[in-house]
């Protein structure tokens, strides 16, 4: 203990060192890692006939052993310590005449200029730039100054550091302003694991002559398992890409030495294009009890499935982890940009990265299972993507979900983990009359989806509980046959207004989508399309609802929301806060007729907010009724003008299974999953 240093500042004075080396007597100090671990990269950038320059060698014997193997004829080498360069000189007499040590200040050389081909420090601006005090910057100008001063254009100056934030963001913009090459190398394996967590780095900045009024800089990283190194566009950008190594190396750390007691997210990104590759959880089962065999597993989710349950959310995550049987599971989801060659090449790829993430007390050379639904990667096929000005990025996909089943999705990038539409896909039906494929002729690719719409699928469960409360709506006689007016705001892939329009054959149905890209998606994608009972109004929910106010009161038996808000700031994503402010939700209620439905999707985390939004509703609508979607944060609200149409839970159920069976009519298609009396058991009246 006696050889740390009382304060950070320390390390930067002579008389620190003569005492720590007076101390530690003969035992070499290899600060950041031996020569074996440096040697790889120092061998790319140093060459025997180099003039080198070590600064702060302490008894250090890197020099040695770069002189003794012939990387290097000529090392000079410099400290502030008497005690380490006495040492040092006494070490190499005789045995090394191409290496000498003098005690000297790096913030004051005596060499001339342009002296040196390669300035080589371990450690030394570390140890100088210890704290982020004016006093400790100013000597690392000095520093830098004087290793610009001694080296020859074209030289380079090789750092050797842990990276620390400040220390990073002073030599990178340092030496770029001065128009240097900066590349930073990550160092594969190394340091002394017990003494340092973070990943060692080392600067390689390489001298050219400063051009006047040019701003271009180059600045390039290279993570320790690719040789090729990758272009940064800025300084900030190289100190986060640097930052995002040292926070993953600290997780792998924490993993190795203790179970997980939250669920842990990290991205693996792409070498090339540097975009997010994998998505990986951790999850830890306390209630396993580990053995040899079920330790670790890695569980790779098929393509398009990362937005279920299971899969998309910590409590799915976790109940998958424990029904595994393991004790440390990480999920692995796959990104939609991405290819990938296989569940082999996934595996051959993930294999060396995952095991990083392993648990404590792992055995050794413990075979780790690679696990997946079904045995493969599962099919993603991106049938469109484009930007729009409202909703930003997105795509239109199609997936493949459990046997043979196929889903077509509308996504937006800003929250890729979110499914905004789905639809479900028909295989081909042979026309009357239309001859059989012959055996001969070539099958399809089994990977390759079908085209057709099933109009009947209602994707999301909140839509299924929208449609099952219509039965709310009043009269003795719920049936579809008679004529009903709705308004749905908030298009998407307008499965919902769909299945109105065409199981209430004499609904007719007002669609207001306020961004026209979804209206060409949906009639392109998804099966959509206007007639005299279907009208789609490219319109401001809030102005078109507020027109009609004006002009027509009491037009719709029912009006529903399923509208996103695009600010994700706000601890509600459904609808957009405007859409449930009172002076608005009185003018819902003026189109509503009197005994009509207002449906609401509200998709709120923030409780203090969602209390704050049915307070509201409760004033504007005397009749509230709720339907929490369960392992979803949706929750359905329906609210009526008039407390006189209050139905219990017998008679709701009545009227549902009523309404249902008038829907299910034969030769009519229906998804046999939904049952609108299971919808409606678990309402509330608020």
Known sequence: MELL???????????????????????????????????????????PRDKVLVVGCGNSELS????????????VN???SAA???????????????????????????????????????????????????ATLAKGDRMFAEISRVLQVGGRYLCVSLAQAHVLKKAVGYFSQEGWVVRVHQLAGSGDKQQFVLPVFVYVMTKFRKIPG?????LEICPEEQEKPMRV????????????????????????KAPCREQLSLDLCDKESRRPRYTLHVIDSPSVKPSRENHFAIFIIPQGRETEWLFGTEEGRRQLATSAGFGRLVTVALHREQHYEGMAGIQAELSGKVMELAPPGLPARQQVPFLSVGGDIGVRTVRHCDTSPLSGEYVVEDVKGDGTCYFRRLVFLHNRNVVQSEARLLAPVPLPGQKKRRKDKKKPSSSEPPTAIDKSYLCCEHHKAMVAGLCLLGGPDPLPGRPVAVLVVGLGGGSLPLFIHDYFSQAHVAVVEIDPSM??????????????????????????????????PAKYDAIMFDVDSKDLTVGMSCPPPAFVEKPFLQKVKT?????????????????????????????VFPLLYTRHIEGEVNEILFCQPSPQGRWGPTELGARAQALEGALRQPGRPWDSSYVLADMLQAVKIL
Request: aromatic content about 10%; charged content about 30%; hydrophobic content about 40%.
């Open 84 to 134: 380490a360069v006495r040492r040092m000189r006494e070490r190499s007499a005789g045995r090394r005449p191409g290496v000498s040590y003098l005690l000297m200040d790096v913030l004051q050389m005596d060499f001339p200029d342009a002296h040196f081909q390669v300035v080589l420090d371990k450690g030394t601006l570390d140890a100088i730039l210890a704290d982020e005090e004016e």
């Open 64 to 75: 040695e052993e770069l002189y003794d193997v012939g990387m290097c004829e000529d090392i």
């Open 214 to 218: 040019s701003a271009a800089q180059i």
């Open 5 to 47: 240093p009382r304060s950070p500042g320390e390390f930067g004075t002579a008389r620190y060192w003569d005492r720590f080396f007076r101390q530690r007597g003969q035992r070499a100090f290899e600060w950041y890692g031996t020569f074996p671990e440096l040697c790889p990269l120092l061998r790319k950038y140093l060459r």
């Open 591 to 619: 189109i509503l007729k009197p005994e009509g439905l207002f449906v609401l999707n509200l998709v709120c985390r923030d409780a203090q907010l969602k209390e704050s939004v049915l307070a509201t509703l409760r004033e």
């Open 78 to 80: 410099i400290d502030v």
């Open 233 to 256: 566009e800025s300084a900030e950008l190289l100190v986060a890409a640097v930052k995002d190594r040292q926070h993953y190396a600290l997780l792998c750390s924490q993993l190795s």
């Open 519 to 552: 209206l060409e998606v949906a009639t392109q994608w998804f099966g959509f399309s206007q007639g005299d009972r279907m009208q789609v109004h490219v319109s401001d929910g809030l102005d078109y609802v507020a027109k009609l106010a004006a002009e027509a």
